[in-house]
Each structure stands twice: as structure tokens, then as C-alpha cells.
């Protein structure tokens, strides 16, 4: 079963009608229980890092997330859940994330992108590595919304993307997976790698 966590931070119709198209195996989960009988795992996520990590915390997921992550069964993280994946972030003070992926999160240099709009929004390609993600793809263009980016290890970035600077758009260490765009909201690009997250 492919679970889609419900933190109270996330589209989470949009992201359950695409991974849908390709399995019906899909449930929208908001319990430690229901995460344990999962095979797959959906970390959507939009709004402040803050809010997201006290919403894991209270509601006991945050501990079975980190189980689940240590199980090695495939866990996607998207947009604010791929944020969430690292050790911290400097969105609106220090907050200590999930610590899955060595590195943190800041806000757009805005000395390099002076001249353009924050957040960063729009479509906008992606330069990537060979990754299970990718398969049937190449330099995808797909939808962002964020004003921060992860920095992290050039070995677990899989995807780049340039606005104003380059910066890390796709990771995965092990059976660990992030997008900073929203494959949801990508069309044909998007809703490849959510079937070939589906697929692994």
C-alpha cells in the first residue's frame, strides 16, 4: 500500500488523484498505525517548516516516519516534505527537522536573485542524474513554489535547478527521495516519477 501522510500541511487531493492514475493502493494515512502497514510512503507538504515539525511531533508521526524510514522501504518527501527530510532549517529561526539527509535547509541568496521574483515559482527545468525517479526522463520541466532550497552532498543531490544560482531540486540517499517541485502539479513530467516512485 502506498500511504500519503495527512500532517495538516499538505494538497494532499492533488497528490492522491495523481498517484491514483496508477495504483489503487493508495490511502490517505494520519496515524503510527496505519504507517506501519505501508510499503510506500508520501511526505507532501506546504507552509512554514516550523509549523510542519511541531504537526509531526504532537501527532506522534514524526517517530513513525523515522521508523518507517529505517525499514528501508521507499519514502518520497515533496516540496516541504523533501525540506522536512533534512536536519534543520533556518526558516524562521533554527528548527531541527527529520535528519534523514545529511544538510540543511536556508532561504534564496538574495544577492544572486535580486533581480528575480521570491518565492520561486513557475516552471523550471531540472539537470539530473541517472536515478530510478528519472527513468523515461530528461531534463524535466516541472512546477515550483518555495522561497528556501536544500543544501546538502553533491552524492545525494540527483537533480539541480538554476534561479539566479544553481541549487540542489531532487535528492535520495538509499531508499530516501526528495523533490523540491510538485510532481502533482506537473503534468506528464510529474506524474512519470510519481509512477516510477510507485513502481520501485
Not at 525499514?71 to 536536519?87: R, W, Y
Given at each position: 500500500m502506498l500511504g500519503i501522510i495527512d500532517y495538516n500541511m499538505g494538497n494532499l487531493a492533488s497528490v492522491y488523484n495523481a498517484?491514483?492514475?496508477?495504483?489503487?493502493?493508495?490511502?490517505?494515512?494520519?496515524n503510527p498505525e496505519d504507517i506501519e502497514k505501508c510499503d510506500k510512503l508520501i511526505l507532501p507538504g506546504v507552509g512554514a517548516y516550523k509549523d510542519a515539525m511541531e504537526h509531526l511531533e504532537k501527532s506522534g508521526l514524526k517517530d513513525a516516519?523515522?521508523?518507517?524510514?529505517?525499514?528501508?522501504?521507499?519514502?518520497?518527501?515533496?516540496?516541504?516534505?523533501?525540506?522536512?527530510?533534512?536536519?534543520s532549517s533556518e526558516e524562521f529561526g533554527f528548527t531541527k527537522g527529520l535528519g534523514l539527509i545529511e544538510g540543511k535547509v536556508v532561504a534564496f541568496d538574495k544577492n544572486k536573485t535580486?533581480?528575480?521574483?521570491?518565492?520561486?515559482?513557475?516552471?523550471?527545468?531540472?539537470?539530473?542524474?541517472n536515478n530510478p525517479l528519472f527513468a523515461g526522463l530528461n531534463k524535466p520541466y516541472l512546477y515550483f513554489v518555495h522561497s528556501f532550497h536544500a543544501i546538502t552532498k553533491d552524492e545525494y543531490s540527483i537533480a539541480k535547478t538554476t534561479y539566479g544560482y544553481t541549487f540542489t531540486s531532487a535528492v535520495n540517499k538509499e531508499n530516501i527521495f526528495g523533490f523540491q517541485p510538485h510532481p502533482e502539479k506537473s503534468h506528464n513530467n510529474g506524474l512519470k516519477i510519481l509512477e516510477n516512485f510507485i513502481n520501485l
Open positions: 498517484c491514483s492514475k496508477f495504483t489503487k493502493d493508495v490511502k490517505i494515512v494520519n516516519i523515522l521508523k518507517f524510514a529505517k525499514s528501508g522501504k521507499p519514502l518520497l518527501g515533496i516540496c516541504l516534505g523533501m525540506q522536512l527530510l533534512f536536519e535580486k533581480e528575480l521574483k521570491i518565492p520561486h515559482m513557475g516552471w523550471n527545468s531540472m539537470e539530473n542524474k
